[in-house]
């Protein structure tokens, strides 16, 4: 780890000589990711100098003991050892954690996508009942949401619903939400009173940043016109105000009907398909530069089975990391601090264990 430590600080010297050379003072965007860049290193740089100064500290109090007769001062001093080496153990465990490589698109905000899946009816008001977590979810942390897009059925279900969240950390949090969400219990629908499974499916994206450059060429883009729709397909709108964005070299869509006009619908869905695009080049990046440090937790697998809601049992189950809560309506209500905070400890885990 130390020799990855040391590499962290020939790093930081050679950007304290760049932030003061003025072919960076005179650019503001080098300036702006140079200093940046040293506003991360700089902790680790201060915990290995004091980790190096304890150490060199500890060495000459040990020497010390060989030349003391005294049986008294001997024992002060073994005290003295005893508590730097306790005091190197602490800086040690600070030194990998911070070491730890950090997500840059944790501070992002966030673009959440649910779909309904299989079950029909029953599949729609489980993804409402999801959006209805997420956003008391948002709530309790002083978040905002805005929703951008939905597609609602008559009986107050989602076949598909489409909102951002604005907030510190927002994207850290939500990550760990992707993936194929299963709820098990009788749907109101059901006369006969026999559990029904169905799932829904639910895509996390950080907003698009400087970290990736997103370039939309507009003659790639196939733009279409048409009227917002409501509860069961019916028109909530008598003007074609209504934005479905096709990005053709990807055959990526998006679309904006909840705005009032075309323009902002029109900007709410580049929004949206941006999200998108910036979502497909990281991931490709990040598995062509550093395909080892996927991690099983919050990778953002949409096809994987990540959580069921058990109705009949009371429980919610992250199959991630085989936890379970016996208070449903508690989880479903947003309270999900209890799975955030096991998942961002795994995931903490699983990267420290490949620093140390």
């Known amino acids: 780890m ?61 020497e010390l003991v060989a030349e003391e007769s005294d049986p008294e001062m001997v024992a002060m001093i073994r005290e003295e050892i005893a508590d730097l080496e306790e005091q190197l153990e602490q800086i040690a465990e600070e030194l990998t954690r911070l070491m730890v490589p950090k997500d840059p698109r944790d501070q992002k905000d966030v673009i959440i996508e649910i779909r309904a899946g299989t079950g029909g009816e029953e599949a729609a008001l489980f993804a409402a009942d999801l959006y209805r977590m997420y956003t008391m979810y948002a709530a309790s942390r002083s978040w905002k949401t805005n929703m951008i897009s939905s597609n609602e059925t008559g009986i107050g279900g989602y076949k598909e619903v489409i909102f951002e969240v604005r907030g510190k950390d927002a994207y850290s949090r939500l990550k760990y939400e992707s993936g194929v969400h299963r709820v098990q219990r009788v749907p109101s629908t059901e006369t006969s009173g026999r559990i029904h499974t169905s799932t829904a499916t639910v895509a996390v994206m950080p907003e698009a940043g400087d970290d990736i450059e997103v370039e939309i060429d507009e003659n790639d883009l196939r733009i279409d016109i048409f009227r917002s729709g409501g509860k069961g397909g019916q028109s909530v709108n008598t003007t074609d105000s209504a934005v479905r964005i096709t990005h053709l070299p990807t055959g990526i869509v998006a679309q904006c009907q909840n705005e009032r006009s075309q323009l902002q619908n029109r900007m709410r869905a580049m929004e949206v398909l941006k999200a998108r695009l910036y979502d497909l080049e990281y991931n490709a990046r990040f598995a062509e530069r550093d395909e080892e440090r996927r991690m099983q937790v919050g990778t953002g697998e949409r096809s994987e089975k990540i959580r069921t809601y058990n109705f009949p049992q009371n429980r919610v189950t992250d199959h991630r990391i085989g936890h379970s809560s016996y208070q449903i309506e508690s989880v479903l209500s947003g309270d999900l601090d209890e799975f955030v905070e096991r998942l961002a400890a795994e995931e903490q885990s699983q990267l420290l264990a490949q620093v140390a």
């Open 2 to 62: 130390f020799e990855k430590t040391a590499a962290v600080v020939k790093r930081y010297d050679e950007l304290n000589h760049l932030l003061s050379s003025p072919e960076v003072l005179s650019d503001p965007d080098k300036l702006r990711v140079y200093g940046q860049e040293q506003a991360e290193l700089s902790p680790i740089v201060a915990a290995y100098k004091q980790y190096l100064a304890i150490e060199r500290e500890l060495e000459d109090t040990r």
